[in-house]
C-alpha cells in the first residue's frame, strides 16, 4: 500500500524524541505551570504542546479532503465565506404575531437575512392561548401562534418567496410547517419557491429539551411523513434541523453533544429508509444545529469531526451517493447556558468568541445571544448589538479570508480526531442499548447530561472553573441593565382574537378535516395533506393536537435527578 | 429516636422543558442531606399541591423558566393555603427579573428566590437558617 502519511518517519522518530527532551530539558526544568487543571471545558486534558506526534498517522485526502468536497471535515461549500458569508439569522418573537411582525421587519431592515421564529410554551406544547395550561405563559418566550390567521399576520409585508424562514418548532412541527406554506399560497408564493427549516427533532425533546406531545413511535412517523411529502412539495425546505443545541444547554459536554446529535441523525435517516424511502430523497435536507459555548478550539473540532463523521457513515453505512446527502449543514447559536446574570455587559464578549468558534468552525448560520438573554427576553438594542457582533466578524476580522484556517495545526487536528472517537465510543453504547429509542426509554442520555450537568456544578462552586462575575472577579454593586418586559395584556388580547375566531370560521368545516385527519392517522397515509386541509379550514393548533392525541396517546417522563 | 429530615418538593410548574437547573438543585439538596422528591415536568399547580400534601413536604421548590413565575408562584401559595398548608416554604427559582423578585417576596407569594449564578451551597444554608423540619 501507498504512504500516504504526511510525515516522514525518520523526521517523526526525530521530532518524538527532541519533544521527550525539550519537555524534559526546557519545559519543566525552566518553565512554571499555574496550579490548575489545563483541560477543555468538557474535560478533555490539554497537553502543553502539539507537534506532529500527535497527529501521525493522518492522511490529507482521507482525514482532510478538500473544501466543498468529501469528507467535508474543511467546509462542505467550495468557496465558503469568499463567496457569501454566513447567514446571520437571529431568534426572535415575542407577544402577538402582531408585535412579533414588527420586530422581523426591524431586523430585516437593519441587515438580517433570515428569520428565526421563536414560539412561545403554548404553541411549543401544542395548547391554545385560552386553554387551562396556558396561563401565564401566553406571548412570554415566543410569539403565540393558535391558527392560520394569526400566522398570516406574523409575515405580513414580509414576501416569502424572498426571505427564508427558520422556525424553531418540534412536536407540532407539522402543522405550524402547514401553516406556513398556507401563508405562501395566500402570498401567492408557490410551495417550491418556500425556503427554511423547521426544528421538527424530536429526539432531542425526550433527551434534552423536554417538549414532547407524543410518544416516540408516532412523533417518528410524523417526522417521516414530512420528510415524504416535502421531498415531493416543498423541495427547497430543510425538514428538520437536527439539534445539539439543546443537549449542550442542558448540560451535556462537547463530546456528548456531538455524539448524541448525530445519533439522532442516523436515527432518522434510518427511520426514512424503514419507510421505504431512499435516503437520497431526503437526507439532502436534513440540517443540524449546534451549540458554540467558550472554549473555542473545542468548539472548532466539534463541528469539524461532525461533518467528517456524517460524510462517512451517510456513505459507508447508508449508502447514499448524492454528495448533498453526505454534506453536514449546520446552524450555530451561542451558548445560553453561558451567559451570566452578574455583570451583563461581559456576555457581549463571551458571545463574541463564541461566534468567532462557529465559523472557524465553518458554520452556514448564525444567531449571536443578547447580553440580557439570561435574564429576560432581549431588548432591542441587546439585540442590534449581538447582530453587530455579526457583521463586525464577517467584515473587519478577516477571519472570512480564508477557508477552514486553522487545518493542519497540530492540536486542531489531533482535538478533531480526539472528539470523533469519544464520538464513536458512544456511538458504540447506544448501538449496545438497541439504538437511540430504546436508550431514551432507558433514560440513557438524559442520565449522562445530568451527570455531566451536576459535575460542572461542581466545578464553579469549588472554584476549579472560573466564570468572571460569579466566583471569581464579583463585583459587589451589580451594573443595572433595562430589561425587556412582555405586556401582560397580551395573554388577554391573544384569547380574545381566539374566541372571535372560533365564532367567524366555518366549524362544520373545522369538524370535517378534523375527523379526516383522525382516520389518517390511525391509518398508514401520509398525515401532512390532512393537516393543511385543517389549517386552511382554520382548525386550531390545540384543536389539531387533541385530535392526534386520541389516536397517538401522549409521552410521560420517568422524571430522574 | 430517628432524626427528623427537612423535606423539599422540587417541581417544574407551567409547560417550560428547562429542568437543568431544578435537576441540579435536588440532587445538591439531597447530598446536602435533605429529603428530596422531583416531580417531573410540565405539572399544574394543582397537581404541585396535592403532590406537596400527600408528601408532607416542609418546602416546595418552584422552578420557572419561561416567565410564567408571577402567575404561577402565587397561584400555588394561594391554593397551599386554602388546603390549610400556609406553613410551608416556598422557594422560586430560574430567570426572575430583581423587580419581580422583590414583588413576589413582598406580596409573600415565595420566601426566597434564588436567580441564576446563586451557588447551590446558598441555597442549602439558607434553608438551615430558615427551615425547621
Redesign the interface.
Known amino acids: 500500500m501507498a504512504d500516504k502519511k504526511m510525515f516522514d518517519d525518520d523526521k517523526l522518530k526525530n521530532i518524538k524524541e527532541e519533544n521527550k527532551k525539550w519537555k524534559k530539558e526546557v519545559y519543566d526544568a525552566k518553565g512554571k505551570e499555574r496550579d490548575i487543571n489545563f483541560q477543555t471545558i468538557s474535560g478533555v486534558p490539554i497537553d502543553p504542546l502539539y507537534t506532529p506526534e500527535n497527529i501521525e498517522g493522518m492522511d490529507y485526502e482521507e482525514d482532510l479532503g478538500w473544501p466543498g468536497c468529501y469528507p467535508y471535515t474543511r467546509g462542505v461549500q467550495p468557496t465558503m465565506y469568499r463567496g457569501r458569508v454566513w447567514t446571520m439569522r437571529q431568534f426572535a418573537g415575542f407577544g402577538t404575531a402582531k408585535e412579533s411582525n414588527e420586530r422581523y421587519r426591524y431586523l430585516l431592515s437593519q441587515g438580517q437575512t433570515g428569520l428565526s421564529v421563536a414560539f412561545d410554551?403554548?404553541t411549543?406544547?401544542g395548547?391554545d392561548s385560552d386553554s387551562?395550561?396556558?396561563?401565564?405563559?401566553v406571548g412570554?418566550?415566543g410569539v403565540a401562534i393558535d391558527s392560520l390567521a394569526d400566522m398570516e399576520t406574523l409575515f405580513d409585508q414580509i414576501p416569502l418567496d424572498q426571505v427564508s424562514t427558520s422556525m424553531t418548532i418540534n412536536a407540532p412541527a407539522s402543522i405550524l410547517y402547514a401553516m406556513y406554506i398556507a401563508t405562501g399560497e395566500k402570498q401567492g408564493v408557490p410551495k417550491d419557491q418556500l425556503r427554511g427549516t423547521i426544528q421538527n427533532d424530536i429526539l432531542k425533546?425526550y433527551i434534552a429539551?423536554?417538549?414532547w406531545i407524543f410518544p416516540p413511535e408516532h412523533s417518528m412517523r410524523i417526522i417521516t411523513d414530512i420528510f415524504e411529502y416535502s421531498a415531493k412539495n416543498v423541495p427547497k425546505w430543510n425538514t428538520i434541523s437536527i439539534s445539539g443545541y439543546h443537549i449542550r444547554?442542558?448540560?451535556s459536554t462537547a463530546a456528548q453533544e456531538l455524539a448524541f446529535t448525530l445519533a439522532d441523525g442516523f436515527a432518522y435517516v434510518e427511520a426514512g429508509k424503514e419507510k421505504g424511502l431512499d435516503v437520497d430523497d431526503f437526507a439532502p435536507r436534513l440540517s443540524f444545529f449546534f451549540n458554540a459555548h467558550n472554549d473555542v478550539f473545542e468548539e472548532i473540532c466539534k463541528y469539524r469531526a461532525a461533518r467528517r463523521i456524517w460524510a462517512k457513515r451517510m456513505k459507508e453505512k447508508y449508502g447514499a451517493k448524492d454528495q448533498r446527502s453526505l454534506m453536514l449543514r449546520f446552524h450555530t447559536q451561542t451558548a445560553g447556558?453561558s451567559l451570566?446574570?452578574?455583570q451583563p455587559e461581559n456576555n457581549i464578549v463571551r458571545t463574541a468568541y463564541q461566534a468567532m468558534a462557529a465559523v472557524l468552525g465553518g458554520t452556514q448560520s448564525l444567531h449571536t445571544n443578547s447580553m440580557d438573554e439570561?435574564?429576560?427576553?432581549p431588548t432591542e438594542k441587546a439585540v442590534k448589538i449581538a447582530l453587530r457582533t455579526q457583521q463586525i466578524l464577517a467584515h473587519e476580522s478577516g477571519v472570512t479570508n480564508t477557508i477552514d484556517p486553522l487545518a493542519g495545526s497540530y492540536f486542531i487536528e489531533s482535538l478533531t480526531n480526539k472528539l470523533e472517537q469519544e464520538a464513536e465510543e458512544y456511538f458504540e453504547k447506544i448501538d449496545a442499548l438497541g439504538g437511540v429509542i430504546p436508550a431514551i426509554e432507558k433514560n440513557f442520555f438524559q442520565q449522562e447530561i445530568?451527570d455531566a450537568?451536576?459535575k460542572q456544578?461542581e466545578e464553579?462552586?469549588s472554584k476549579e472553573r472560573i466564570t468572571v462575575g460569579?466566583?471569581e472577579y464579583i463585583e459587589d454593586d451589580e451594573m443595572e441593565i433595562d430589561?425587556f418586559k412582555?405586556d401582560?395584556a397580551v395573554e388577554e388580547n391573544q384569547k380574545a382574537r381566539l374566541a372571535k375566531l372560533r365564532e367567524e370560521r366555518d366549524n362544520e368545516e373545522v369538524s370535517n378535516t378534523l375527523n379526516a385527519l383522525k382516520e389518517t392517522a390511525k391509518g398508514n397515509d401520509n398525515l401532512m395533506p390532512k393537516i393543511l386541509d385543517c389549517v386552511k379550514a382554520y382548525c386550531t393548533e390545540g384543536e389539531i393536537i387533541s385530535a392526534l392525541k386520541e389516536v397517538f396517546g401522549e409521552f410521560k417522563?420517568?422524571?430522574?435527578? | 429516636m430517628a432524626e427528623d429530615k427537612i423535606r423539599i418538593l422540587v417541581a417544574k410548574p407551567g409547560l417550560d422543558g428547562h429542568d437543568r437547573g431544578a435537576k441540579v438543585v435536588a440532587r445538591a439538596l439531597r447530598d446536602a442531606g435533605f429529603e428530596v422528591i422531583y416531580s417531573g415536568l410540565h405539572q399544574t399547580p394543582e397537581e404541585i399541591v396535592s403532590t406537596a400534601l400527600q408528601e408532607d413536604v416542609d418546602i416546595v421548590g418552584l422552578s420557572i423558566l419561561s416567565g410564567a413565575h408571577m402567575t404561577l408562584i402565587p397561584k400555588i401559595r394561594e391554593m397551599l393555603k386554602e388546603k390549610g398548608a400556609g406553613d410551608i416554604t416556598i422557594l422560586g427559582g430560574g430567570t426572575i427579573p430583581d423587580d419581580e423578585k422583590e414583588e413576589l417576596l413582598n406580596m409573600g407569594a415565595a420566601d426566597a428566590i434564588f436567580t441564576p449564578g446563586t451557588s447551590t451551597e446558598d441555597i442549602v444554608n439558607w434553608i438551615n437558617e430558615n427551615v425547621k423540619p
Open positions: 410554551m403554548p411549543i406544547m395548547h387551562y395550561m396556558a396561563t401565564g405563559e412570554r418566550v425533546e429539551q423536554k417538549s444547554e442542558a448540560g447556558c451570566t446574570a452578574q439570561t435574564l429576560a427576553l445530568t450537568a451536576y456544578q464553579l462552586e460569579v466566583n430589561l412582555v401582560p417522563e420517568d422524571p430522574i435527578f
